[in-house]
C-alpha cells in the first residue's frame, strides 16, 4: 500500500505554466508530476477559440486521451494531414503517440472545451512550425 496523500486542485488552481502550441489552444495542467506529483499522468483542460486552429504538432512518446466537454472539434491527421475526424460534447478522441495532427474548432461562434489526460507526468508538446501544411490552418 502507498503511504502518498490524495491530492486536490481546485479550478482555481490550474496552471499554464505547461507545453502549449500556438493557433489559440490554452492548456492548463491539473495533474502532472509537478502540481501532484504524478509519475505517469498528465491530465487538463483546454480551451479552443471559435475559428482557430493549432499549429502541426505531436506529443512525442505520449499518448492523448480526450474528452469534448463544449463546442466542436475537427481533428486533422495522417499523410499530409488530410484525414479528418468531428468530435462534438461528449465525444472522446484518442491521438496515438507521436501521431501528427492539428485541432481546429471550425465554429465560427463558441469556443471549444476539452478535457486531456496523456501518458507522461508532464504534457509534451512537440510543435512542428516549419511543417508545409501549417499555412493551410492559418
Known sequence: ???AS???V?????SGATAQTAG????????STSMTGSAGIWMGIAELPAGHATEVHHH???ETAVLVLDGVTRWWYGSGL???VVAEAGD????PAGALHVEENPST????????ARTSGEAIVVNLPDHPANPRFR
Not at 24 to 31: I, K, M, N
Not at 109 to 116: D, N, W
Request: hydrophobic share 45%; net charge neutral; glycine share 8%.
Open 82 to 84: 488530410t484525414e479528418h
Open 10 to 14: 481546485r479550478r482555481g488552481e490550474l
Open 6 to 8: 490524495v491530492r486536490l
Open 92 to 95: 472522446f478522441v484518442y491521438v
Open 109 to 116: 461562434t463558441e469556443p471549444a472545451r476539452i478535457v486531456v
Open 60 to 62: 512525442g512518446e505520449s
Open 24 to 31: 489559440g489552444l490554452v492548456r492548463l495542467s491539473a495533474v
Open 1 to 3: 500500500m502507498s503511504e
